[in-house]
């Protein structure tokens, strides 16, 4: 029995085996005869291959072409003998480097890439050499599948035995983008050196072999100009390391200097622009989308805006050439409602070389000076400070390890030494100080001092989070910054903060930043499309409070006049401007509650301009394109800020400087208010004890009742006290009264008028009836009115004797069948005695 198991057991294992075979001799079979359908076209017809389908990037009507990506493509074929030896070593080095060792494929690549695609999923098509990009560019068409792999395979190796390594690389580099509408090396070279290919030098073969991997990212012309430079650098050290170049050619071309040919400016609208959007869409669906996809991109630009913006902003850099030594502008505007920007103007002339014209200062990082300050402003009002607070504008050092005179108290072998030997003692613009100043004139008028007082007083790290919670990235972590932060000491790009005051502008909710509407793939279906993303970010009060400071025209005019440029008579718009110390910076940005603009004046090259501040320099430029863009806006107003309470508050927190112990007095008697002194009748006084705020008020919870326990503990106390201290010795205060040590005699419950109404309550009155109210008093002080209220509502006042009234009950709102009616009156010196009847209504 088990013999017989056995051999049926092998004669299954054999025919399966045979099945086996046949089904792999007939998928071998089948496969070399798929393989050996393949075909590869002569050389003549690459020319005649479609060109990948172009990204058209449009502005936000959809209508208006900002930029094709491939429109009026440009190439020109020369033969192999005809191209210089540099870019094709340098091609060589950087695309594939054992292009003359390998026969079509390379075996270690291809595995590589099979190995990464099995742990990713799906086919990446990694691991290419030259005669594979020229099969898959010129023959195949660009879906991932398993078979078209194969089949750029085998046609590589197949073209390999039909044409020679030179007529392969010579094809390639006929073929391959360089940028643009720019395709073959001829063209490339015409382009940017204006020279044959067979003239190319060794720097400049090596800047046009980077360009293929990634044309649009490593544009010359484009932001990544700097990337271009270190992928050139690669492409010469690849050279070198293949035995491409000598140590002498390496070392030459690392020193030559490449000039490139000015951008052609056909073709291109809104450069720095399409630039900012080109590289949003290589980042977010990658490059071979971008240059192939054929997508369809709906901006945000305001097309007619941005034409006048440029206008503008031209116009302004050139006069601002020659009256401040400022060679560049920029602009910004966005629509605080949506994110949407409107308008992106880079530099005064994206094809002017002689001031780096298309490098975009809008997305570019540069100090804002006292732009800044609203961001610590608001930080202060959410910690509970307010637009009322008193500081004191004086000369101030801030350094403590420096003596109130600035000057330092270390000695010179002192650990702390080195990070604290430069006292910090900042100035104002005018180089003037006020003395006591509030929170609201401090901002409007861009006073120094007390900015940085406000930012010691709210945290540099609860300022830094407010400001990237609001939109400004990329500003690091507090522990790199001091005092001078509010100052503009931090780095920001003009987008940036023009989005962030957008939150102002949008009373509070941020609305993140976006250059798109719509991206459509060459099918139509939509990849993405414009959502709002809104979310609050700062109490709205807080905003309410910034924007109607910044709008406060009489509270900015001791720095601007009344009737400047930052002032609109008929809009309400909220601006601040800043320029840095070293005047290399002037910004001017402003908001009205539909649109947010912002704008930049300097030199690319750092250089300083003319010690003027920014409200001359960048204003008149801000304000010409701010009237351009509200003429296209409907009017709209800021929500005025609720009221502060300030019954509860500390006097420094009211506006009151003198001192922080108030006491209260009855105006008449001339005594110490009780609590049936009237609130007409009442006054505040405040003896005089001056000193800083941190004498008076918790830094770290203002709205905290209680007086700081051991102020002077605090490192700050010192050196403020003492610029208070010092300007009092010049101040000519009045003295203070005597503070009285008896009690208000005059309103007291005795002397309150004794009031009764003379109404019979059992009558019953028709509610068309007149009733005659009569009211008598008795009392130490003679009746000023009586005021008369029914069922808790106002109805009149009688301010004659004898203080009688008349209603009838149909008139009044809200009569009822039972009622009460109250009379309340107040005599000579505001004491208030009342009385109180039912009266009966039929219905």
């Known amino acids: 029995m088990f013999k017989k198991r056995r051999l049926k057991l092998k004669k299954?294992?054999?025919?399966?085996?045979?099945?086996?075979?046949?089904?792999?001799?007939?998928?071998?079979?089948?496969?070399?005869?798929?393989?050996?359908?393949?075909?590869?076209?002569?050389?003549?017809?690459?020319?005649?291959?479609?060109?990948?389908?172009?990204?058209?990037?449009?502005?936000?009507?959809?209508?208006?072409?900002?930029?094709?990506?491939?429109?009026?493509?440009?190439?020109?074929?020369?033969?192999?003998?005809?191209?210089?030896?540099?870019?094709?070593?340098?091609?060589?080095?950087?695309?594939?480097?054992?292009?003359?060792?390998?026969?079509?494929?390379?075996i270690t690549s291809i595995?590589?890439?099979?190995?990464?695609?099995?742990?990713?999923?799906?086919?990446?098509?990694?691991?290419?050499?030259?005669?594979?990009?020229?099969?898959?560019?010129?023959?195949?068409?660009?879906?991932?599948?398993?078979?078209?792999?194969?089949?750029?395979?085998?046609?590589?190796?197949?073209?390999?035995?039909?044409?020679?390594?030179?007529?392969?690389?010579?094809?390639?580099?006929?073929?391959?983008?360089?940028?643009?509408?720019?395709?073959?090396?001829?063209?490339?070279?015409?382009?940017?050196?204006?020279?044959?290919?067979s003239s190319l030098t060794l720097g400049e073969s090596a800047y046009l072999a980077s360009l293929p991997n990634a044309p649009s990212y490593y544009s010359p012309y484009g932001p990544n100009a700097k990337k271009l430079i270190d992928r050139k650098n690669l492409v010469l050290k690849?050279?070198?390391?293949?035995?491409?170049?000598?140590?002498?050619?390496?070392?030459?071309?690392?020193?030559?200097?490449?000039?490139?040919?000015?951008?052609?400016?056909?073709?291109?609208?809104?450069?720095?622009?399409?630039?900012?959007?080109?590289?949003?869409?290589?980042?977010?669906?990658?490059?071979?989308?971008?240059?192939?996809?054929?997508?369809?991109?709906?901006?945000?630009?305001?097309?007619?805006?941005?034409?006048?913006?440029?206008?503008?902003?031209?116009?302004?850099?050139?006069?601002?050439?020659?009256?401040?030594?400022?060679?560049?502008?920029?602009?910004?505007?966005?629509?605080?409602?949506?994110?949407?920007?409107?308008?992106?103007?880079g530099s005064r002339d994206y094809f002017d070389k002689e001031i780096d014209g298309n490098f975009n200062v809008v997305t570019a990082h540069r100090q804002p000076g006292s732009a800044f300050k609203p961001f610590v402003y608001a930080a202060a009002f959410n910690k509970g400070y307010t637009p009322e607070t008193v500081l004191f504008d004086l000369p101030t050092e801030f350094q403590t390890n420096c003596d109130p005179r600035g000057t330092s108290t270390t000695t010179p072998d002192s650990k702390d030494a080195a990070k604290n030997d430069v006292c910090y003692m900042p100035q104002n613009y005018d180089n003037l100080f006020v003395g006591p100043i509030t929170l609201r004139n401090a901002l409007a008028q861009s006073r120094n001092v007390p900015s940085v007082k406000l930012l010691y007083l709210t945290g540099i790290k609860e300022s830094l989070r407010l400001a990237k919670d609001m939109g400004i990235e990329d500003l690091g972590d507090a522990n790199q910054y001091g005092l001078s932060l509010v100052l503009g000491g931090g780095e920001?790009?003009?987008?940036?903060?023009?989005?962030?005051?957008?939150?102002?502008?949008?009373?509070?909710?941020?609305?993140?930043?976006?250059?798109?509407?719509?991206?459509?793939?060459?099918?139509?279906?939509?990849?993405?499309?414009?959502?709002?993303?809104?979310?609050?970010?700062?109490?709205?009060?807080?905003?309410?409070?910034?924007?109607?400071?910044?709008?406060?025209?009489?509270?900015?005019?001791?720095?601007?006049?009344?009737?400047?440029?930052?002032?609109?008579e008929d809009r309400d718009v909220a601006v601040k401007t800043g320029t840095t110390n070293d005047y290399r910076d002037a910004w001017t940005v402003g908001y009205s509650p539909n649109i947010a603009v912002g704008a930049w004046v300097g030199n690319n090259d750092n250089s300083p301009m003319e010690k003027k501040v920014a409200g001359l320099i960048v204003a008149p430029m801000w304000r010409a394109f701010t009237d351009e863009a509200l003429s296209t806006l409907p009017k709209e107003k800021f929500v005025k800020p609720a009221q502060i309470d300030s019954t509860n508050l500390k006097p420094p927190l009211r506006g009151i400087w003198k001192g922080g112990e108030p006491y209260f007095i009855d105006k008449i008697s001339g005594r110490l208010a009780t609590t049936e002194t009237p609130k007409e009748t009442i006054e505040e006084i405040i003896p005089t004890n001056i000193h800083s705020i941190l004498y008076w008020v918790d830094k770290n919870d203002p709205l905290n009742k209680n007086q700081p326990q051991n102020p002077e503990n605090d490192p700050q106390f010192k050196n403020w006290e003492y610029s208070i201290q010092e300007w009092l010795k010049n101040q000519n205060l009045p003295k203070d009264p005597v503070k009285p040590t008896e009690f208000d005699n005059i309103h007291t419950e005795k002397n309150k008028p004794k009031i009764t109404i003379k109404l019979n309550p059992n009558k019953e009155y028709d509610k068309n009836e007149q009733i005659n109210i009569k009211t008598m008093s008795l009392g130490t002080y003679p009746l000023l009115k009586v005021e008369y209220v029914i069922n808790g509502e106002y109805i009149g006042t009688s301010n004659k004797p004898p203080f009688d009234f008349i209603i009838i009950p149909n008139e009044v709102e809200n009569i009822k069948k039972e009622n009460e009616l109250r009379a309340i009156g107040y005599d000579s010196v505001f004491n208030k005695g009342e009385d109180a009847v039912n009266i009966k209504i039929k219905f």
């Open 238 to 345: 690849k050279m070198l390391d293949k035995n491409f170049i000598s140590k002498d050619e390496y070392d030459s071309a690392m020193k030559e200097v490449v000039s490139f040919y000015p951008q052609d400016r056909l073709g291109i609208k809104a450069p720095h622009f399409v630039a900012y959007i080109i590289k949003y869409l290589g980042n977010k669906y990658g490059k071979k989308a971008l240059e192939e996809g054929g997508l369809k991109v709906i901006t945000t630009l305001n097309y007619d805006l941005q034409q006048k913006a440029e206008e503008i902003v031209k116009k302004f850099s050139i006069e601002n050439k020659q009256k401040f030594k400022a060679g560049n502008a920029a602009l910004a505007a966005i629509d605080p409602k949506t994110g949407q920007i409107l308008v992106m103007v």
């Open 111 to 197: 595995i590589r890439a099979f190995l990464a695609d099995f742990v990713k999923g799906g086919y990446s098509q990694g691991g290419s050499t030259i005669t594979q990009q020229v099969v898959k560019n010129s023959l195949l068409n660009s879906e991932k599948t398993i078979s078209r792999k194969l089949k750029e395979w085998f046609l590589s190796v197949k073209l390999e035995k039909i044409m020679s390594k030179d007529e392969i690389l010579a094809t390639y580099l006929n073929e391959a983008p360089y940028g643009g509408n720019i395709y073959g090396i001829e063209e490339a070279s015409q382009a940017y050196f204006g020279k044959n290919a």
């Open 492 to 568: 920001v790009s003009l987008l940036d903060i023009t989005s962030a005051y957008g939150v102002f502008a949008n009373n509070g909710v941020k609305n993140p930043k976006t250059g798109i509407i719509k991206v459509e793939d060459k099918e139509g279906n939509i990849l993405e499309n414009f959502e709002s993303a809104s979310s609050l970010v700062l109490p709205e009060e807080t905003a309410l409070k910034i924007s109607d400071i910044l709008s406060d025209n009489a509270a900015r005019t001791p720095l601007y006049g009344n009737r400047s440029l930052l002032y609109f």
């Open 12 to 106: 299954f294992i054999g025919n399966a085996a045979i099945i086996i075979a046949a089904l792999l001799l007939f998928a071998a079979s089948g496969l070399i005869y798929w393989v050996s359908t393949f075909q590869i076209p002569d050389l003549g017809s690459f020319d005649k291959r479609m060109i990948a389908e172009s990204t058209k990037i449009y502005d936000r009507t959809g209508k208006i072409l900002l930029y094709d990506l491939h429109q009026d493509v440009k190439r020109t074929v020369v033969p192999a003998e005809e191209i210089s030896r540099n870019i094709k070593n340098a091609t060589v080095a950087i695309e594939d480097d054992e292009f003359y060792q390998h026969g079509g494929i390379k």
